[in-house]
Each structure stands twice: as C-alpha cells, then as structure tokens.
C-alpha cells in the first residue's frame, strides 16, 4: 500500500524559496499520478499542484502558477515542490497525495474533498512565511 511522507516545511522570509518533499513507501510512486495540497489555519484544503505518472502532465493552481514547481525523480521515488518567491499568504500546511484521477485540476479537488471526507490527510510539513 502506498504511503507518501511530507517534508522540508521551515520558516522562511517572504522572497525565499523552499523545496518540500513527498516520499513515497509501501509501493512504486511511478504508477501515481501525484497532487500537493495544503491548509492554511482555519480554511479547507486548497489544491496547489499536481504531476503525471510519468512527468509529461503538470498542472498548477492559478495562486502559485509562475512560482512553484513540480517534479519528480520516479528512481527515488519523490515527488518535489519547489516554491520561490513565497508570500506570507503561501504559509499553511503541505500535505501530497495519490490522485484519483489523471493529474488535472478537477482530479485534485476531488480528491481533497474525498480524502477530506472519507480518508485521512498524512501528517504533512509546516511552511511558515513570515519577516
């Protein structure tokens, strides 16, 4: 059974970058088609990104497009999310899951919303954005 663990969260200065990491267990990541969430105190998930099987599909939500970016390294079985310019508003929580569905942006809602009621999110890692 597949088991991703979230990482690379740190407080940051507004302007700095920080790369965050998914690390996939219990099975091969290469089968997954792969999102990245997060929560931000008091509100619901908010989709950030999402990246195909194979690296060819990559979707971004409108908030981060231009400054995150997506990838994966299927050998080490990680996915990446690689933020710069980071503002106080990306501060919140960052979890990654398995889509259910290809990688676009429908796929990641409905996974939120499906882990959010039925499943459980992982423990994910804390982006602090702060001067």
């Known amino acids: 059974q597949l088991q991703l663990v979230e990482s690379g969260g740190a407080l940051v200065q507004p302007g700095e970058s920080l790369r965050l990491s998914c690390a996939a267990s219990?099975?091969?990541?290469?089968?997954?088609?792969i999102g990245w969430f997060r929560q931000a105190p008091g509100k619901e998930h908010e989709v950030v990104s999402c990246?195909?099987?194979?690296?060819?599909?990559?979707k971004y939500a409108d908030s981060v497009k231009g400054r995150f970016t997506i990838s994966r390294d299927n050998a080490k079985n990680t996915v990446y999310l690689q933020s710069s310019s980071l503002k106080p508003e990306d501060a919140a929580v960052y979890y990654c899951?398995?889509?259910?569905?290809?990688?676009?942006?429908?796929?990641?809602?409905?996974?939120?919303?499906?882990?959010?009621?039925?499943?459980?999110w992982g423990q994910g890692t804390q982006v602090t954005v702060s001067s």
């Open positions: 219990g099975s091969s990541l290469d089968h997954y088609a």
């Open positions: 899951a398995a889509l259910f569905g290809p990688c676009n942006i429908e796929a990641l809602r409905n996974t939120a919303q499906t882990i959010t009621k039925f499943g459980s």
């Open positions: 990246i195909s099987s194979s690296g060819a599909v990559i």
